[in-house]
């Protein structure tokens, strides 16, 4: 089996992995990271975003072969010790989850949005949320959440 | 997903070598449609060749009557490119309604067009911007590159290098994106050149992406709303499917032509 080496959350890691191994299991099965989560796997709700080299991108759609090298930021890895991350507190001052289950992608795709983005308002927003698939909240308050980060 | 060999490459010699050793061989590019279709066991290549540490396939260039796209720039890289925007504004806004922003981060165009998926973006601005896809040995012009569905004129161990798209004066490209997917249910890429008017066709035909010629030659005689209202897709040949039936499709492309005629005048 190869070798991969790949830096998650600022911590360089070196481990053994199929070619096969979808590098959303390689976080959560292998690296015990499991706040990434696995909603559909057909690439389109957005439960399993992380960050490559700071954009989000879909870890069920990604070998974890390809991240060999590179950096990895999972929502574990987003808060400053005890300190919320912006988003994070946003989401929870403003309600922004309910069950909570896509909320781990949907902060690492708000936050890769609020550095993409200068002038976010509404429609970007919701636009830019393609991607995230939310069962409960209907949005509203996740967009919410995101103006009130954004605007800190 | 089965399991296979990967490789991750640095030169386009590698990838020749690797595919001409090994049939079951496939490049993996930005892996957005080749993953899932893996995941669903639709393919089992035995080998992956990963092409996205290619130096010389990642670049934009201006070319001054062109811009040229090397096959991995993903689709992220096209929209917020300020040589696409300044040069070919609808390419990058078509860049940018391509699926959701991490599929964007992820995708690249050569692999855009090497699926030739009958719903994709980038093939209608292809054949709109009268495109030449330069492969490993050879400059094929979209209208000899895009055969049918998920079909296309490159051969065995051919690999796409680059596409370079001519400066139109004006385009404009308009979609209407499948409500689930954001794959175009219809597209519709209209430009405009010194001699001539060029409509590419996504999302509708049967056999794929097409050149519209009947409106081509309306808006030829003059770029307006009342021209192209006078032409109406047939609906035969039309794709048909739970999100649209064929007659209700073909609409689609006829409204998506005025919108983007609209669009330029
Ligand atoms: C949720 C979702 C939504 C999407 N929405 C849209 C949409 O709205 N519009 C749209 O157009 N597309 C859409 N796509 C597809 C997306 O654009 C893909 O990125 C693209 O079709 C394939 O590019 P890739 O780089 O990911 O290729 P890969 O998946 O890596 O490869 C695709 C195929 O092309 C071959 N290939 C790749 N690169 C080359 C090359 N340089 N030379 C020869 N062969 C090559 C591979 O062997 C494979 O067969 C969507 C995908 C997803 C997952
Ligand atoms: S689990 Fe990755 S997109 Fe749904
Ligand atoms: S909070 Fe339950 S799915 Fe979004």
């Keep these: 089996m190869p070798t991969v080496n790949i830096n998650v959350n600022g911590q360089d890691l070196s481990a053994e992995v199929e070619e096969r191994q979808l590098l959303v299991h390689f976080l959560r099965d292998d690296m015990d990271l499991t706040g990434t989560h696995v909603g559909c796997d057909t690439s389109q709700c957005g439960a399993c975003v992380v960050h490559l080299e700071g954009k989000a991108v879909k870890s069920c759609t ?3 072969v390809q991240a060999n090298g590179k950096n990895i ?22 309600h922004g989850l309910q069950c909570g289950f896509c909320t781990p992608g949907m902060i690492m795709a708000a936050i890769d949005i609020i550095n993409r983005k200068p002038n976010l308002d509404e429609k970007i927003v919701r636009e830019e949320l393609e991607g995230n698939l ?12 995101i103006l009130a980060a954004a605007n800190k | 997903m089965y399991n296979f060999i990967y490789e991750k490459v640095n030169t386009i010699q590698e990838v020749e070598k690797l595919l001409s050793e090994n049939e079951e061989t496939k490049i993996l590019a930005g892996g957005q449609t080749l993953i899932p279709t893996m995941k669903q066991r639709l393919a089992s290549p035995s080998t992956l060749i990963d092409i996205s540490g290619i130096d010389e396939l990642n670049f934009i260039n201006d070319n001054g009557n062109s811009v040229t796209i090397g096959s991995t720039v993903t689709h992220n890289e096209v929209s917020s490119s300020d040589i696409i925007m300044k040069k070919i504004p609808s390419l990058a806004s078509l860049a940018e309604g391509i699926g959701d922003p991490h599929v964007r981060n992820m995708g690249t165009i050569g692999g855009s067009i090497a699926n030739n998926d009958p719903t994709a973006d980038y093939p209608t601005a292809c054949l709109s911007l009268n495109a030449k896809i ?21 051969e065995e161990n051919e690999i796409v290098v680059s596409v370079e798209f001519n400066i139109p004066k004006k385009s404009s490209y308009m979609k209407f994106p499948n409500p689930a997917s954001r794959y175009a249910m219809a597209g519709v890429y209209l430009s405009v050149f010194d001699d001539a008017v060029n409509v590419a066709v996504t999302g509708a035909s049967e056999n794929g992406v097409f050149k519209w ?7 030829s005689i003059n770029l307006s709303l009342e021209n192209a209202k006078n032409i109406k897709l047939s609906s035969d040949g039309v794709m048909s499917d739970i ?15 005025l919108r983007a005629v609209e669009n330029l005048i």
């Design chain 2, 243 to 257: 999100h649209a039936d064929s007659a209700y499709r073909a609409n689609l492309v006829d409204i998506m032509a």
């Design chain 2, 213 to 219: 010629t009947e409106m081509e030659e309306a808006l």
């Design chain 1, 73 to 94: 930021t999972t929502i574990e890895g987003v808060a400053d010790g005890d300190n919320l991350h912006p988003v994070q507190e946003a989401f929870r001052d403003h």
């Design chain 1, 134 to 145: 939310c069962r409960c909240t209907g949005y509203q308050n996740i967009v919410k959440s």
């Design chain 2, 134 to 154: 330069k492969t490993n040995n050879r400059e094929i012009n979209a209208e000899d590159f895009f055969i049918g569905l998920f079909e296309t004129a490159l």
């Design chain 1, 62 to 64: 990604m070998l974890a």
